[in-house]
Structure formats: C-alpha cells, structure tokens
Nanobody, 120 residues
Framework: DVQLQASGGGLVQAGGSLRLSCAASGIGSDEYAIGWFRQAPGKAREGVSC????????YYADSVKGRFTISRDKNKNTVTLQMNSLEPEDTGVYYC?????????????WGQGTQVTVSS
C-alpha cells in the first residue's frame, strides 16, 4: 500500500519560510505524480502545487507562483514544498497526495496533513 507522511508545518510570521516534506513508502517517489493541497478553516480544499512523473514538470496555483517551489529528492523518496514569503492567507492544513498516472489530475492516496499557520 502507498503511504504518505507530510511534515514540516508550523507557526511562522508573515514573510517567513517553511519547508514541507512528503515522504512516500510503498512506491518510489519518482514513479507517481505528487501534489500538495491545502485546506483553510471553512474553505474548500485547493491544489497548491504538483510535480509530474516521469518528466518532472511542475504546476503551481496562481496564488503561490514565485513564492513556492516543489521538488523531488529521489534518494530520500520525498517531495518537498519550499514556501517563502508566506502570507496569512497561506494558513491551512497541507496535504500531499499521489497520482498513479503521473498526470497531476487523479489523486488516490493522501497523507494525513500538516498544519501551517502564518501570523500577520
């Protein structure tokens, strides 16, 4: 079974940075597309970023372009999301998920989420 473990969340002031990690087991992290999503209280879950497989093409929500960077570490079997210039609007629970087709469209397996709180 595919298992994902998201980590790296925390409390940070606006303008600060956090680095989230999604550790994959049961698959090689470069076999599937892996995406990051977030959900703020009272809001719907939204896609933040995704890295395709096998070509490594990346996608970002307009709201995070230029501030967030997704990357894959094949040796550690992890995908990281570097988040810079954080804003209070980035607050939420961040989840990672895998798409077995590699397309960043059909996410079947989800991690448990990590809380990100950005104070103003």
């Amino acid at each position: 079974d595919v298992q994902l473990q998201a980590s790296g969340g925390g409390l940070v002031q606006a303008g600060g940075s956090l680095r989230l990690s999604c550790a994959a087991s049961g698959i090689g992290s470069d076999e599937y597309a892996i995406g990051w999503f977030r959900q703020a209280p009272g809001k719907a879950r939204e896609g933040v970023s995704c890295i395709q497989s096998p070509d490594g093409r990346t996608y970002y929500a307009d709201s995070v372009k230029g501030r967030f960077t997704i990357s894959r570490d094949k040796n550690k079997n992890t995908v990281t999301l570097q988040m810079n210039s954080l804003e209070p609007e980035d607050t939420g629970v961040y989840y990672c998920a895998t798409d077995e087709l590699g397309t960043c469209r059909y996410f079947a397996s989800w991690g448990q989420g990590t809380q990100v709180t950005v104070s103003s």
